[in-house]
């Protein structure tokens, strides 16, 4: 089973940038479409990101870039002037649009607060 530790989160200042880390246990990471995720509470979880296994094309919001590193079996957001709206925790797993995802991990808060 696919395991997900999140990092990089905190409380930032509106305006202000942050870089998630998503480390992955994934059998064959390079095989599966990724992708980065988020819920807010009171909301469904929603997609934010996604990137193919060969990073061929991604999915962002804007303000935010997703990327991997295929051999650390890394995924990564880089999220730039953050809004308040953008609070949430924030997951990394499969993107469901092309394969289902796995078990979900703890996630990580972002807060952006001034």
């Known amino acids: 089973q696919a395991q997900f530790v999140e990092s990089g989160g905190g409380l930032v200042q509106p305006g202000e940038s942050l870089r998630l880390s998503c480390a992955t246990s994934?059998?064959?990471?390079?095989?599966?479409?990724m992708a980065w995720y988020r819920q807010a509470p009171g909301k469904q979880r929603e997609l934010v990101a996604g990137?193919?296994?060969?990073d061929s094309m991604r999915t962002v919001q804007g303000r935010f870039t997703i990327s991997r590193n295929n051999t650390k079996k890394m995924v990564y957001l880089q999220m730039n002037s953050l809004k308040p709206e953008d609070s949430a925790v924030y997951y990394c797993?499969?993107?469901?649009?092309?394969?289902?995802?796995?078990?979900w991990g703890q996630g990580i808060q972002v807060t952006v607060s001034s």
């Open positions: 994934i059998q064959r990471f390079d095989y599966y479409a």
């Open positions: 990137i193919r296994a060969d």
């Open positions: 797993n499969t993107d469901h649009r092309v394969v289902v995802n796995f078990a």
